[in-house]
């Protein structure tokens, strides 16, 4: 199946080009980009995307979510235009107001975080489709490498060996 890795919005291009290129190095090797673009007035948010979804297994990639409505609506979009399937993976998840009961109802299949920010039991019991990474090996290593004296730009090229 074809992945497509999808920025929530024109800002986070980068760190989506950054997911392809960890992919890519570990085997993935039908991969394409797509941006979606919200625009929102008083009544309603449109969505417009660019980039091609239809049939593929879209990845969401954002920094953090909060309320869930980027993502959530990111996701519904993808599946109105045909996705085949529709993930998400962000580096914090903060879950404030209803952001999990959102996420459990939504066209999300998965949603990966990492630790960065506490769950409870509670928390994975109201949204059974997160699952949180540790980050621990990627802090120590950087812990290491400046207490050593050593430079961390290794961490920032994690499957480009």
Do not use: W
């Not at 570990?26 to 979606?36: F, N, P, Q, W, Y």
């Not at 091609?52 to 409505?69: E, H, P, S």
């Not at 209803?98 to 960065?116: G, H, I, P, Q, R």
């Amino acid at each position: 199946a074809e992945v497509a890795v999808v920025s929530p919005d024109a800002d986070g291009t980068a760190r989506a080009k950054f997911l392809m290129g960890l992919l890519a190095a570990r085997g993935v090797e039908k991969l394409s980009l797509a941006i979606t673009i919200r625009q929102k007035t008083t009544t309603s948010i449109t969505v417009n995307l660019v980039g091609d979804v239809a049939g593929k297994d879209c990845v969401i990639v954002d920094d953090i979510i909060d309320t869930g409505n980027r993502v959530c609506t990111c996701a519904e979009a993808l599946i109105d235009l045909g996705a085949a399937s529709v993930g998400a993976v962000s580096t914090h998840g903060l879950f404030s107001a209803k952001a999990l009961a959102k996420l459990d109802a939504s066209d999300l299949d998965y949603v990966v975080v990492s630790d960065t920010i506490p769950m409870s039991d509670d928390d994975f019991a109201k949204c059974p489709k997160i699952e949180q990474v540790s980050c621990a090996a990627t802090i120590s290593e950087a812990i290491h490498s400046t207490i050593t004296g050593e430079s961390v730009e290794h961490l920032y090229a994690i499957g480009k060996e």
